[in-house]
């Protein structure tokens, strides 16, 4: 018999690339989100548009006993969108009440296994001021002082689910990731993270052209491809792990770094320009101990194989777009 999958969040960034996956294994998914896929056509099996805030809609959508359930969606974004403070309130009320909605939904319709997706942002800022030595070990996470509303939402919405694992039954699986990136992920408007907004800046710029960088470009962060993100996702669902594990690359760059890998593989001469701007915590980067130990796995792709990738597809986006304006 076919199992049937939830995937919450289908019509984003990473929900696309993890239908892809569980339809490449011969799942049965439903895919559920506030709107269509941006970049590619859903491969879902059953796509639902509506609003994971309202109740009666999610009761709805899990309407029977799925094997697995992913629960992606929630109110984010890069740094502009996440540390101005301007969108705090948005942030913690829709992603809390989306994870209230999705998860007391699978426990009553006994759906016992179900993966979160949290986020190193719930990582006490306190352990991140250096920017050559952050800790992000697992066990670190307490006594908690997050770098942002969007950290503290994550971290209420962890412990939501433990304890619906402790208290009801639930097989909870909770993924801490870092910094996922690669193509088909938002890319421009404002809520795109550090290397899509690169990408972009570099596509769109001459040889011998300045792009800005929020900050001195000194801060340090590692970056996840996104089908790496995805088999780490799988992997742990799948697993015994009740803990929450960091999913996410090792590889430690700070942002000038990272603007200068992209701009050799654009093949292109970059100035950069570091003006004031919205950029987290000094240092972050994923402690992958744990993870090992627990999965005998860990993410092993290069930043610059990911960035590949990432830059060609983002390449094509500018392009594309260049030639809509210009023929509007």
């Known amino acids: 018999m076919t199992k049937s999958v939830l995937v919450c969040g289908a019509g984003g960034f990473i929900g696309g690339h993890l239908v892809r996956r569980l339809k490449r294994e011969g799942y049965w998914v439903r895919g559920v989100d506030l709107k269509m896929h941006e970049f590619s056509e859903t491969e879902a099996d059953d796509f639902v548009m509506g609003d994971l805030r309202e109740q009666s809609f999610v009761r709805e959508v899990v309407d029977r006993k799925f094997d697995e359930i992913y629960q992606l969606a929630a109110d984010m974004g890069g740094a502009g969108y996440i540390f101005t403070g301007d969108n705090d309130a948005d942030v913690m009320h829709n992603s809390a009440t ?16 179900i993966f979160y997706s949290s986020s190193a942002c719930m990582y006490p800022s ?49 993924a801490r990731y870092h910094n996922i990136f690669g193509p088909e992920g938002t890319w421009d408007g404002g809520r795109e993270k550090a290397p899509a907004a690169l990408c972009r800046k570099i596509a769109m710029a001459k040889s011998g052209d300045s792009i800005e960088i929020w900050g001195d ?30 999913i996410g690359s090792d590889e430690m760059v700070t942002i000038n770094q990272l603007s200068d890998m992209i701009a050799d593989i654009a093949g292109k001469k970059i100035i950069r320009n570091n003006i004031p ?27 610059q194989a990911g960035l590949e990738k990432t830059y060609e597809w983002i390449e094509r986006q500018v392009h594309a777009n260049a030639r809509q304006t210009a023929s509007a």
């Open 126 to 174: 306190y352990n991140q001021e250096d920017p050559d030595n952050p800790n992000c070990r697992e066990d670190s996470a307490y006594p908690a002082a997050p770098d942002s509303e969007y950290g503290w939402e994550k971290l209420f919405s962890e412990r939501l689910y433990l304890t619906y694992a402790r208290c009801r039954g639930m097989e909870s699986r909770v």
């Open 98 to 113: 989306i994870n209230l909605n999705v998860l007391d939904a699978a426990y009553r319709r006994n759906c016992k296994r």
């Open 277 to 303: 701007g919205p950029t987290g915590v000094r240092g972050r980067n994923s402690e992958n101990t744990l993870i090992r130990e627990k999965l005998d796995w860990a993410p092993s792709q290069t930043l």
């Open 217 to 246: 470009g000194l801060q340090t962060r590692s970056f996840l491809f996104v089908d790496e993100c995805v088999e780490g996702t799988v992997r742990l669902t799948r697993s015994g792990v009740a803990e929450p594990l960091n």
